[in-house]
């Protein structure tokens, strides 16, 4: 079975500072991996996912996660916040071919301080 | 970009009555997802649709719900007697076709609230 865990509920960063959103994943399989976003009144956006290929993954926006094997992790991180970067994020974990189901984490919610 | 519609994006509903959320999934797509979010909760899995049948779904997704596709563009999700613990965010995802490499594109949801 899959699952992901997020830490953190809510995270809040000045703008210019780093972002850090915590992922870790639960699975009997080799992982596929996701980061959607979800800005106020939109749908879920995939910003990245992993699917075995490079450990470093590049979304949109300047984010990119890192897929950790012995850490069973996958952050997601933004060297920069913008303003524009507050919304909600979502980690997920799909099975092997990633046909049907999306295990989703609870969310973190991502505030940027002017 | 292509976009999942959801109508509507609010939907109050008295305890018992029954309930039809609606999504027009991207026209060319072929697999169609309902997923919601509990307040504070994961966001779960319902079920999955293809060639007009189900092909997948969760424990949640008991005899109260059913999904249909009546046209050619709409795909529906109905609760037929709401309780209380129905009241979440509902999404409904589509994709062209299986497999990683496809996008799964989602609605920004109906958010249900029985009373």
């Known amino acids: 079975a899959q699952s992901v865990t997020q830490l953190g509920s809510h995270v809040s960063v000045s703008e210019g500072a780093l972002v850090l959103l915590r992922c870790n994943y639960s699975?009997?399989?080799?992982?596929?991996l996701f980061w959607y976003v979800q800005y106020p009144n939109q749908g879920l956006q995939l910003l990245l996912k992993y699917t075995s290929a490079a450990t470093l993954v590049k979304g949109i926006n300047g984010f990119e996660a890192e897929f950790k094997k012995s850490e069973t992790s996958f952050h997601l991180t933004k060297p920069s916040a913008h303003m524009s970067d507050a919304a909600e994020y979502f980690c997920?974990?799909?099975?092997?071919?990633?046909?049907?189901?999306?295990?989703f984490g609870t969310g973190t919610r991502l505030t940027v301080i002017p | 970009e292509p976009e999942v519609t959801q109508t509507p994006s609010h939907q109050v509903t008295q305890m018992g009555q029954e309930v039809i959320l609606r999504c027009v999934p991207i026209?060319?797509?072929?697999?169609f997802y309902w997923y919601r979010q509990i307040l504070g909760q994961k966001v779960e899995f319902l079920v999955s649709?293809?060639?007009?049948?189900?092909?997948?779904k969760s424990e949640i997704f008991d005899d109260q719900f059913s999904v249909e596709r009546p046209d050619g563009s709409n795909f529906t999700l109905k609760i037929r007697s709401t309780k209380l613990e129905d009241s979440a965010m509902y999404f409904c995802?589509?994709?062209?076709?299986?497999?990683?490499?496809?996008?799964?594109?989602f609605g920004s949801g109906t958010q249900l609230s029985v009373l």
């Open positions: 995802a589509s994709r062209r076709d299986r497999g990683t490499n496809e996008k799964l594109f």
């Open positions: 699975s009997s399989v080799p992982p596929y």
């Open positions: 997920a974990v799909s099975d092997l071919n990633g046909a049907n189901n999306l295990f």
């Open positions: 026209s060319n797509h072929l697999y």
């Open positions: 649709f293809y060639n007009n049948e189900i092909s997948e």
